[in-house]
T-cell receptor, first 115, second 113 residues
Framework: DGGITQSPKYLFRKEGQNVTLSCEQNLNHDAMYWYRQDPGQGLRLIYYSQIVNDFQKGDIAEGYSVSREKKESFPLTVTSAQKNPTAFYLC??????????????FGPGTRLTVT | AQTVTQSQPEMSVQEAETVTLSCTYDTSESDYYLFWYKQPPSRQMILVIRQEAYKQQNATENRFSVNFQKAAKSFSLKISDSQLGDAAMYFCAYRSAGNDMRFGAGTRLTVKP
C-alpha cells in the first residue's frame, strides 16, 4: 500500500537532547513537508522540500533541522535550541509544491514529549 | 500573507442531522484551491473535499458538500446525515500556486447519538 509512515508514534526525551523524527513515503511524491500541531492551533509549517538535496524554511524553522538525501525520506531533527519542543508533529507529501491542486497526504504523526 | 479563519472552535450535531462548519480566508490571488481535512481521534489527517476557485459549482463528496462564495471568501462545509464516525477535528486549508498550504485553527465536531 502506498502511503506515509512516521516513527515512532510516541517519543520521550530529556531537555537538552536532540531527537530525530522519521518520515518515509512511497508515493513517489517530489515535495515533502513537516508541520507542528499545538492544541487550539492549526498546522504550522516547519520545513519543506521540493526536490532531493533541497529544502526551505517554513514559518517556524528555528530550533529544527532537516535533510533530504533520498526522495522517499525527510527526517526532522528537533534540536536543544527549540524552546518548546513538546508537540504533535505531522509529515506530509504532495506530487509537487508548485501546482496548487495537488493535495497533501499526511502521515500518522509523532507525539514528542520533552521533560 | 494568506490567512484562514475558522470562527467555531466547537460544534455539535445530533446523529442523522445536518451541520455546517464555517471557514473564511483572506487572499489577493485569483487562482487557488481550498480543502477540508478531517482529523479523527487517531490524529490521522484525511482529505474530505476540495474546491477549485475557478469552478462556480460547489464540490460534493457523498454526504459532504461545500458552499463556496468566492466574492465573500467563504468556504463552509456541510455534513448531511451525520454519523458517529464524523466526530473529529475539521481543518479548512487554502493553497495557491507555488505557495504553502495555510490551515485554520480547526473546529471540533461532536456527534450526539
Amino acid at each position: 500500500d502506498g502511503g506515509i509512515t512516521q516513527s515512532p508514534k510516541y517519543l520521550f526525551r530529556k531537555e537538552g537532547q536532540n531527537v530525530t523524527l522519521s518520515c518515509e513515503q512511497n508515493l513517489n511524491h517530489d515535495a515533502m513537508y513537516w508541520y507542528r500541531q499545538d492544541p487550539g492551533q492549526g498546522l504550522r509549517l516547519i520545513y519543506y522540500s521540493q526536490i532531493v538535496n533541497d529544502f526551505q524554511k517554513g514559518d517556524i524553522a528555528e530550533g529544527y533541522s532537516v535533510s533530504r538525501e533520498k526522495k522517499e525520506s525527510f527526517p526532522l531533527t528537533v534540536t536543544s535550541a527549540q524552546k518548546n519542543p513538546t508537540a504533535f508533529y505531522l509529515c506530509a507529501s504532495s506530487r509537487n509544491r508548485v501546482t496548487s491542486s495537488y493535495e497533501q497526504y499526511f502521515g500518522p504523526g509523532t507525539r514528542l514529549t520533552v521533560t | 500573507a494568506q490567512t484562514v479563519t475558522q470562527s467555531q472552535p466547537e460544534m455539535s450535531v445530533q446523529e442523522a442531522e445536518t451541520v455546517t462548519l464555517s471557514c473564511t480566508y483572506d487572499t489577493s490571488e485569483s487562482d487557488y484551491y481550498l480543502f477540508w481535512y478531517k482529523q479523527p481521534p487517531s490524529r490521522q489527517m484525511i482529505l474530505v473535499i476540495r474546491q477549485e476557485a475557478y469552478k462556480q459549482q460547489n464540490a460534493t463528496e457523498n454526504r459532504f458538500s461545500v458552499n463556496f462564495q468566492k466574492a465573500a471568501k467563504s468556504f463552509s462545509l456541510k455534513i448531511s446525515d451525520s454519523q458517529l464516525g464524523d466526530a473529529a477535528m475539521y481543518f479548512c486549508a487554502y493553497r495557491s500556486a507555488g505557495n504553502d498550504m495555510r490551515f485554520g485553527a480547526g473546529t471540533r465536531l461532536t456527534v450526539k447519538p
